[in-house]
């Protein structure tokens, strides 16, 4: 089946650090690969996307590589800020008939200090 | 831009209550998805609808019952609460075409006691 493993948490960096949080995935077929952040009390917000091979993901300063021979999609930025804190999940998207179903990692819980 | 809108956001049930959490988008979506997100669990798919008329069990629908009233929304049922339903429950709906992107409700808090 579909399974997403993500670093575990929790993370505590100092602000202007670099970041990053591994996610590795199996899937059958070909997945979408997503980042998604939720701030606290929130919903989840789509960070970044990537949906074949080699494809890199990116918005706000976070990048993600689509790797397929390592099936990986971690997640990078060079200089974090207090406002980063949040709970990051690495998900992959696969079409099951007419609807597309996310598989979620376990969440990584990421607080950044000033 | 009210987008997934859930009702309501905080709920606390005595065990063997009922209840129904409800949900609505307003992107014209054809696909909705119900969630529920536990400590250490990430999100685990309950059940979801393809298009208005059509239902489907996800990873954990025990419990659960859903309807998907119209194109704009779908509901959630908890016919006889348990404790291990306390959680937290997100809708989502999913774009079609390109990047195929799903959008996420704020959540609802339930407790059941």
């Known amino acids: 089946g579909n399974s997403v493993t993500q670093m575990e948490g929790p993370v505590t960096l100092s602000e202007e650090a670099f970041l990053t949080i591994n996610c590795t995935y199996t899937?059958?077929?070909?997945?979408?690969l997503f980042w998604y952040v939720q701030y606290p009390g929130e919903g989840l917000q789509l960070l970044l996307k990537a949906t074949k091979a080699d494809d890199k993901g990116s918005n706000k300063g976070f990048e993600a590589t689509y790797r397929k021979e390592t099936t990986s999609f971690h997640l990078e930025k060079g200089s974090v800020q207090v406002s980063d804190s949040a709970v990051y999940f690495c998900?992959?998207?696969?079409?099951?008939?007419?609807?597309?179903?996310?598989?979620f990692g376990s969440g990584t819980q990421l607080t950044v200090l000033p | 831009n009210a987008g997934v809108t859930q009702t309501p956001k905080f709920q606390v049930l005595k065990t063997g209550q009922s209840m129904t959490l409800q949900c609505a988008q307003d992107m014209n979506h054809n696909s909705m998805y119900w969630y529920r997100q536990d400590p250490g669990m990430g999100l685990r798919l309950i059940y979801y609808s393809a298009s208005e008329g059509t239902t489907d069990k996800g990873e954990v629908p025990n419990g659960y019952n859903v309807s998907r009233l119209n194109k704009r929304e779908f509901s959630l049922r908890l016919e006889s609460a348990a404790p291990s339903q306390t959680s937290v429950y997100f809708c989502?709906?999913?774009?079609?075409?390109?990047?195929?992107?799903?959008?996420f409700g704020e959540g609802s808090w339930l407790t059941v006691v």
């Open positions: 989502a709906s999913r774009s079609t075409g390109t990047g195929n992107t799903i959008y």
């Open positions: 998900a992959l998207g696969i079409s099951s008939g007419s609807a597309r179903q996310l598989t």
């Open positions: 899937a059958t077929g070909y997945p979408s």
